[in-house]
């Protein structure tokens, strides 16, 4: 933080945030910043959300502080979007800070525009907060660690919660950061601090929830691992996440470099209804987040010309793909010459590029594929109907052709109950968890199986629902027990 600087804090009500509020609070003269308070109410919790909303709106006015504020019914928003509480709660909090950084004040009427106190209207005006801090601790920064470490992650997940992200606004341009100052202070600390200073904060009653994954990391599984292996464990994970951040950075730029030269793109003979010079296309690279967010979209509208009559149906299949329609091609000679992890992670980057959801071991079989002898293989099948040709002098993606729709092959495969299974037939991933009956509001009825009545792993076929495959976390229009038999 910078003299200038407009820091909106995060508040919750609990131990962390509201230590980071009055340490900030401390600081501000010294760092000639203004600020003020934020917060956000998941209602998940009937009157004891409302009573943290309050309690954050009474330190604004204790300490004459703007407040920012809002809320959205999580449960309900969680059971129209088909995703868990959890998604929910987290995209509409940091959709509300995102929004509140270096923006000016909201149009009357406009129904996405977060919910301002009168204070935060008449004070906003034409500057905007540029910072909004957030009260992660290392203790979080280490149960992230074990959590991602769990259920299997390369670096970019145990790199887990990052100190500043950059947010942009609508032109792309950097406009402001979250940042998390106190990710190198214990959580002890900070409660120690606040009862020195007399100060109080609320408790959150699903915090003793061992229901939830966080929380037996967190009461269970730290405490065993310090108390039984490694005193400083805590601290030791959060500085693997930091190194892990580094390696991440350092090749993030290298794949970047290999984007732009070592990997090129080219639409499928059969895709080419204006043709391009040479037939080459050269694109940035991009990393998929969501096929919500999925650049691939504008860019396979943008790269395949404007098709007129019986073209018009192959044209929509593009626009609709989830996909990039584009092949790419790597030198095999230079790809087999590069040490292993320059491998993998060429391998990974255009399957983030193209929208294949690539596992740690369709990478593994690709790699193998490339150094087998010409004529051994002749096509690896990858999920969502992607191939990989190798010739003599490059190793090929070849995106789905889609001007034939046909059947998808018959598939099995076992379903442990909780657990997942990857299905790359459907290209897709089904998992399936007990969920506590008070946490079933925020999921849909129709995607819910009694679990006193499964026992084992279930079997799980080959489905159609229409023209789509339907896991069991997507927008499905069927119920999961019909989709399951």
Request: proline share 5%; net charge negative; aromatic share 6%.
């Given at each position: 933080?910078?003299?200038?600087?407009?820091?909106?804090?995060?508040?919750?009500?609990?131990?962390?945030?509201?230590?980071?509020?009055?340490?900030?609070?401390?600081?501000?003269?010294?760092?000639?910043?203004?600020?003020?308070?934020?917060?956000?109410?998941?209602?998940?919790?009937?009157?004891?959300?409302?009573?943290?909303?309050?309690?954050?709106?009474?330190?604004?006015?204790?300490?004459?502080?703007?407040?920012?504020?809002?809320?959205?019914?999580?449960?309900?928003?969680?059971?129209?979007?088909?995703?868990?509480?959890?998604?929910?709660?987290?995209?509409?909090?940091?959709?509300?800070?995102?929004?509140?950084?270096?923006?000016?004040?909201?149009?009357?009427?406009?129904?996405?525009?977060?919910?301002l106190s009168p204070t935060t209207?008449?004070?906003?005006?034409?500057?905007?907060?540029?910072?909004?801090?957030?009260?992660?601790?290392?203790?979080?920064?280490?149960?992230?660690?074990?959590?991602?470490?769990?259920?299997?992650?390369?670096?970019?997940?145990?790199?887990?919660?990052?100190?500043?992200?950059?947010?942009?606004?609508?032109?792309?341009?950097?406009?402001?950061?979250?940042?998390?100052?106190?990710?190198?202070?214990?959580?002890?600390?900070?409660?120690?601090?606040?009862?020195?200073?007399?100060?109080?904060?609320?408790?959150?009653?699903?915090?003793?929830?061992?229901?939830?994954?966080?929380?037996?990391?967190?009461?269970?599984?730290?405490?065993?691992?310090?108390?039984?292996?490694?005193?400083?464990?805590?601290?030791?994970?959060?500085?693997?996440?930091?190194?892990?951040?580094?390696?991440?950075?350092?090749?993030?730029?290298?794949?970047?470099?290999?984007?732009?030269?070592?990997?090129?793109?080219?639409?499928?003979?059969?895709?080419?209804?204006?043709?391009?010079?040479?037939?080459?296309?050269?694109?940035?690279?991009?990393?998929?987040?969501?096929?919500?967010?999925?650049?691939?979209?504008?860019?396979?509208?943008?790269?395949?010309?404007?098709?007129?009559?019986h073209d018009a149906n192959l044209?929509?299949?593009?626009?609709?793909?989830?996909?990039?329609?584009?092949?790419?091609?790597?030198?095999?000679?230079?790809?087999?010459?590069?040490?292993?992890?320059?491998?993998?992670?060429?391998?990974?980057?255009?399957?983030?590029?193209?929208?294949?959801?690539?596992?740690?071991?369709?990478?593994?079989?690709?790699?193998?594929?490339?150094?087998?002898?010409?004529?051994?293989?002749?096509?690896?099948?990858?999920?969502?109907?992607?191939?990989?040709?190798?010739?003599?002098?490059?190793?090929?993606?070849?995106?789905?052709?889609?001007?034939?729709?046909?059947?998808?092959?018959?598939?099995?495969c076992d379903l442990s109950l909780?657990?997942?299974?990857?299905?790359?037939?459907?290209?897709?991933?089904?998992?399936?968890?007990?969920?506590?009956?008070?946490?079933?509001?925020?999921?849909?009825?129709?995607?819910?199986?009694?679990?006193?009545?499964?026992?084992?792993?279930?079997?799980?076929?080959?489905?159609?629902?229409?023209?789509?495959?339907?896991?069991?976390?997507?927008?499905?229009?069927?119920?999961?027990?019909?989709?399951?038999?």
């Amino acid at each position: 933080m910078k003299a200038g600087d407009r820091v909106g804090v995060a508040v919750s009500g609990g131990i962390d945030s509201v230590a980071l509020l009055r340490l900030i609070l401390e600081l501000r003269g010294k760092l000639g910043i203004v600020v003020s308070i934020v917060h956000f109410n998941h209602k998940l919790r009937g009157v004891e959300s409302d009573a943290d909303e309050q309690f954050a709106a009474n330190l604004a006015g204790a300490h004459d502080l703007e407040f920012h504020s809002d809320g959205d019914d999580v449960a309900r928003v969680a059971t129209e979007e088909h995703v868990s509480v959890e998604t929910a709660a987290r995209d509409l909090r940091y959709g509300f800070l995102r929004d509140l950084i270096g923006e000016e004040r909201p149009a009357e009427g406009d129904s996405h525009a977060p919910t301002l106190s009168p204070t935060t209207r008449q004070g906003r005006g034409n500057h905007g907060l540029n910072k909004i801090a957030t009260g992660h601790t290392l203790d979080d920064q280490a149960e992230t660690v074990l959590m991602r470490m769990i259920r299997g992650s390369g670096t970019a997940g145990i790199g887990a919660i990052y100190p500043r992200i950059a947010v942009e606004n609508d032109e792309g341009e950097v406009c402001g950061e979250i940042i998390r100052p106190l990710l190198a202070i214990r959580r002890r600390e900070l409660k120690a601090y606040l009862l020195d200073l007399r100060q109080e904060w609320r408790e959150d009653s699903t915090n003793a929830d061992a229901s939830f994954t966080r929380n037996r990391v967190r009461k269970l599984l730290v405490p065993l691992l310090e108390n039984e292996f490694n005193p400083s464990v805590a601290e030791n994970l959060a500085e693997l996440a930091e190194i892990a951040r580094g390696e991440e950075d350092y090749w993030e730029n290298e794949i970047a470099g290999w984007m732009g030269t070592a990997v090129h793109w080219s639409q499928p003979e059969w895709a080419r209804m204006s043709p391009q010079p040479n037939g080459l296309v050269q694109i940035e690279s991009a990393v998929r987040t969501s096929q919500s967010q999925n650049p691939h979209f504008s860019q396979n509208r943008a790269e395949v010309g404007h098709p007129t009559g019986h073209d018009a149906n192959l044209r929509s299949k593009i626009d609709a793909a989830p996909w990039l329609v584009m092949n790419a091609a790597v030198d095999r000679l230079w790809f087999s010459g590069e040490p292993i992890a320059v491998q993998r992670r060429v391998v990974k980057a255009i399957g983030e590029q193209a929208g294949i959801p690539l596992e740690f071991k369709h990478i593994e079989a690709v790699l193998r594929f490339a150094v087998e002898e010409e004529g051994q293989s002749k096509v690896l099948s990858l999920p969502r109907g992607w191939k990989v040709s190798c010739s003599a002098e490059e190793i090929v993606f070849l995106t789905p052709d889609l001007r034939s729709s046909s059947e998808p092959q018959d598939y099995e495969c076992d379903l442990s109950l909780p657990g997942e299974v990857t299905i790359d037939e459907a290209g897709t991933t089904i998992e399936a968890r007990e969920i506590p009956a008070t946490e079933q509001a925020g999921y849909n009825s129709e995607q819910l199986l009694d679990a006193e009545s499964v026992r084992g792993p279930l079997s799980v076929r080959n489905w159609r629902a229409g023209d789509r495959f339907w896991p069991a976390h997507t927008k499905s229009p069927k119920k999961i027990k019909e989709l399951l038999q």
